[in-house]
């Protein structure tokens, strides 16, 4: 298989000395709205896959929150299952 | 009781009066369970995200109910079988979800209010031989 790529779960430290964090536990969310797609839009990527949290710094307890809210507004056609630009 | 909040999408094909018949039919059903209306948001006709039974639009509603948990199931068929109806999601409301959406209609309503409460100043001296005995 040509995809066998190691993954970090943490992007290597090379050239990236930024601050992770979770945008979510800093402003303090307690819930992540499914009914607000221009939000959830910002933790997709231009095909509307959900990013990663490895990519997106956020924990993991706000990410699983946040991609059942992305799931949630799909099943409502308020964001796109697959689509070509979306950011 | 619990509290759920169910969105649904109906047809465009529908006319101004089948909306809010549709709406009125769902309404008298949690009623009809032992259950309350909320709140309710009609968001109006939105463009779908992707196609569904060849559709592009829909009536979009949002319902905050309670209701016994035994309600949903029967509610939930209700739109199933209403062919009328495009997609529903009903969701069950944690602390915080109804925190979020009540802090939310305090914002939407406080845009709303400083009419209400100059009516509510101008009334005030007529009231006041009335609100020291309610005190009282």
């Known amino acids: 298989m040509a995809d066998k790529k190691v993954r970090y779960l943490k992007s290597i430290e090379i050239d990236t000395k930024a601050e992770r964090y979770c945008r979510f536990r800093k402003k303090g969310f307690?819930?992540?709205?499914?009914?607000?797609?221009?939000?959830?839009?910002?933790?997709?990527?231009?095909?509307?896959?959900?990013?990663?949290?490895r990519l997106t710094g956020t924990s993991l307890k706000y990410q699983r929150k946040a991609s059942q809210a992305?799931?949630?507004?799909?099943?409502?056609?308020?964001?796109p299952y697959v689509a070509d630009n979306l950011n | 009781m619990n509290r759920y909040e169910t969105v649904f999408i109906m047809t465009p094909v529908l006319s101004a009066d089948?909306?809010?018949?549709?709406?009125?039919?769902?309404?008298?059903?949690?009623?009809?369970?032992?259950?309350?209306?909320?709140?309710?948001?009609?968001?109006?006709?939105?463009?779908?995200?992707?196609?569904?039974?060849?559709?592009?639009?829909?009536?979009?509603?949002?319902?905050?109910?309670?209701?016994?948990?035994?309600?949903?199931l029967p509610f939930e068929t209700e739109f199933r079988r209403d062919e009328r109806i495009l997609r529903f999601l009903t969701t069950a409301m944690e602390k915080h979800h109804i925190a979020y959406a009540e802090s939310r209609r305090d914002k939407s309503n406080r845009k709303a209010e400083p009419k209400q409460e100059a009516e509510v100043v101008v009334e005030m001296p007529a009231k006041e031989a009335s609100t020291p005995e309610e005190k009282a």
């Open chain 1, 30 to 53: 307690k819930y992540i709205d499914y009914k607000d797609p221009d939000f959830l839009l910002m933790l997709c990527n231009p095909q509307g896959k959900i990013l990663p949290r």
């Open chain 2, 18 to 72: 089948q909306v809010t018949e549709t709406v009125e039919k769902y309404r008298a059903f949690i009623i009809a369970n032992g259950g309350k209306t909320v709140h309710e948001d009609a968001w109006g006709l939105r463009k779908l995200a992707y196609p569904i039974q060849k559709k592009s639009t829909g009536f979009y509603h949002l319902i905050e109910w309670e209701a016994e948990g035994s309600a949903v």
């Open chain 1, 70 to 79: 992305i799931k949630k507004a799909r099943h409502l056609a308020l964001m």
